[in-house]
């Protein structure tokens, strides 16, 4: 990634709060630096959020030489875990800003050396040539549930072995023809830490997801955008983006955490039903089989949450039993007379 000045290399929490702080100016806080977890503070931080997401947004904020995105690249390349995760919790904007800019074909030098930076990293986690696969069990061999219509004559059926996310091959350049599957691999790395990011990155997630599919929820009357941004007047209008498996699947994957995961936060359901029922519109008009039955099956999902489920009561049918016992036996009383 170029530069103008060669910055010093990112070896502690304090230093990547100093660097930030150099990069945002009056806008990091000062207590910041002087905190007893900087990089925990740095995550959970909603004034810190507030300014990284606008400058993200901001018009030539995805430039080379951007001083943001040297920051993101460089933190994340400092391999401090702890520091690390404060850079993913801005992956939604990064990677929502930067479809919605791909699709306009401008510059996006600075984001691209970020989004690298993170799907190398992703490779490396996985290992070489290695995908992402769970076993599910083949309906040919008998279990405690069932028996097998025609049980095998020699040994078990095999296990049924389904990929989740593709081998991740080295990448060092952005295309095109690659940007989907760049993206979508971010995706998964956040959200394999999407239970430890904070409220607000999450929200953020889902408002650009609604902006990704161009679709409006039946929740509200216009698609909004995200909520930690700057004012209105200085944001960026988003784009509808290409949705293709590889990027549709960790995109619904992390709305179906918002939407089915540990949270009290009823604002957050209700932002990731919205997500979920304008993926689902936007699956029916590519009638691809598989968006469309992954989509719809997280819609009912949603709908069966905000349903109450009933206690179950035995009194009626106790009841119910006994009038029943009551009426065989006088109709056999009668029938012996």
């Not at 103008?4 to 502690?12: G, R």
């Not at 304090?14 to 806008?27: M, Y």
């Not at 918002?258 to 009823?266: Q, V, Y």
């Not at 489920?309 to 012996?336: C, D, H, Q, W, Y």
Request: glycine share 6%; charged share 20%.
């Amino acid at each position: 990634m170029t530069s103008d000045a060669s910055p010093q290399p990112i070896q502690s929490a304090k230093a990547a709060v100093e660097s930030l702080a150099a990069v945002l100016g009056a806008a990091l806080p000062g207590t910041l630096a002087s905190a007893d977890d900087p990089a925990n503070a740095l995550l959970h931080d909603a004034g810190v959020a507030r300014a990284v997401v606008g400058r993200l947004r901001r018009e030539g904020s995805s430039a080379g030489n951007d001083g943001l995105c040297r920051w993101l690249y460089d933190a994340f390349q400092s391999n401090l875990p702890e520091i690390q995760l404060a850079v993913l919790r801005f992956v939604p904007a990064l990677a929502g800003v930067y479809m919605s800019r791909a699709v306009s074909r401008k510059p996006l030098a600075g984001f691209e050396a970020v989004l690298l930076a993170l799907y190398a990293h992703a490779a490396a986690q996985r290992g070489s040539g290695e995908a992402e696969t769970v076993s599910l069990p083949n309906l040919a061999n008998p279990s405690v549930y069932h028996d097998a219509k025609v049980p095998p004559k020699t040994k078990a059926a095999e296990l049924d072995v389904a990929v989740l996310s593709p081998a991740l091959e080295p990448h060092g350049t952005m295309r095109a023809t690659r940007r989907a599957r760049i993206v979508g691999a971010v995706l998964e790395l956040y959200h394999g830490k999407l239970a430890i990011m904070p409220l607000s990155s999450k929200m953020e997630f889902c408002e650009f997801c609604v902006a990704w599919t161009g679709n409006r929820s039946k929740l509200d009357d216009k698609p909004r955008v995200a909520a930690a941004s700057e004012p209105a007047a200085a944001e960026e209008k988003l784009r509808r983006v290409p949705l293709p498996w590889e990027l549709f699947q960790p995109v619904l994957r992390i709305v179906a955490h918002c939407l089915l995961g540990p949270t009290n936060s009823d604002e957050l359901k209700t932002q990731a039903t919205r997500a979920a029922e304008c993926m689902y519109w936007r699956a029916a008009e590519t009638m691809d089989a598989r968006s469309v039955l992954a989509a719809r099956s997280l819609v009912r999902l949603s709908q069966m949450t905000e349903e109450p489920i009933p206690e179950p009561s035995f009194s009626g049918a106790v009841e119910t039993n006994m009038a029943e016992l009551e009426a065989m036996r006088a109709n056999i009383l009668s029938n012996k007379n």
